[in-house]
């Protein structure tokens, strides 16, 4: 059984949510507000599988919430909720620490797959012993060591948790490795949205991982600027 946090103040979604998730056997919370949302998620016992997150909360809103959450070093998966679907808002989301994003209003079965879905990427990372772990899961690069599967980068023996979309960029710049990729790339592949969208919100997924990967975020080596273009990812910077 899953525990799952449901942050929703109208109080006939939260109640038509929970009923739903009970059906589908988890252990559902109900919180109305940001606050209420942080106070259950700052020490839980037993800890919570996953929040159903709403933007549009009185007082602290959504994204603040999941900032606050990845701040202090919780990286339970978060799936927002909001009426508000244009590509900037979803972008502000997964920079906000989001590992999915679901407009209003949704269809129940898609809400039920996205939360199957996120359940069972926690699940694997969970049961996955490090002796099993396949080599097309980790990377390894300049002492540092990127597991998809376990959502989890190593660097100067420092374990740090990813979240989903932080997992994928970094699994799309590797796959690209030593190409110069394009902010649009970035939008339609990583984050599926349309290329006029702002791109602010990439740049900043950048500067995040530079603070990551880098030995000095501000003169990078492995992820570097391609003027004019995007990006560049580089294992072997020296070579």
């Known amino acids: ?18 009923f739903n998730l009970e059906l589908e056997g988890h252990d559902v919370t109900v919180a109305d507000t940001g606050e209420a949302a942080l106070a259950h998620l700052v020490n839980p016992a037993p ?9 549009m909360l009185p007082g602290t809103d959504g994204f603040q919430v999941v900032r606050e959450l990845r701040d202090a070093g919780r990286f339970v998966p978060v799936l927002m909720l909001t009426a508000r679907g244009r590509a900037e808002d979803v972008l502000t989301g997964f920079e906000a620490g989001a590992d999915d994003y679901l407009p209003k209003p949704f269809d129940l079965p898609i809400l039920i797959a996205r939360v199957r879905g996120l359940l069972r990427r926690r699940e694997w990372a969970r049961q996955q012993p490090e002796t099993e772990t396949s080599p097309a899961s980790v990377f390894e690069f300049g002492g ?55 791109t602010r919100a990439i740049d900043n997924f950048i500067v995040r991982l530079r603070r990551y990967i880098e030995d000095e975020a501000a003169r990078p080596r492995f992820l570097v600027t391609v003027r004019g273009v995007g990006y560049r990812f580089t294992a072997n910077p020296e070579e």
């Open 1 to 18: 059984m899953s525990r799952i946090l449901v942050v929703e103040d109208e109080e006939h979604l939260a109640t038509g949510l929970r």
């Open 47 to 55: 800890p919570y599988d996953l929040v159903l997150l709403d933007v």
């Open 144 to 198: 540092r060591k990127i597991d998809f599967d376990a959502q989890e980068l190593e660097v100067n023996g420092e374990t740090r948790s990813l979240t989903l979309m932080e997992t994928n960029l970094l699994r799309y710049l590797v796959r690209n490795e030593g190409k110069p990729v394009s902010r649009k790339a970035l939008l339609e592949e990583v984050w599926g949205v349309r290329e006029d969208t702002d």
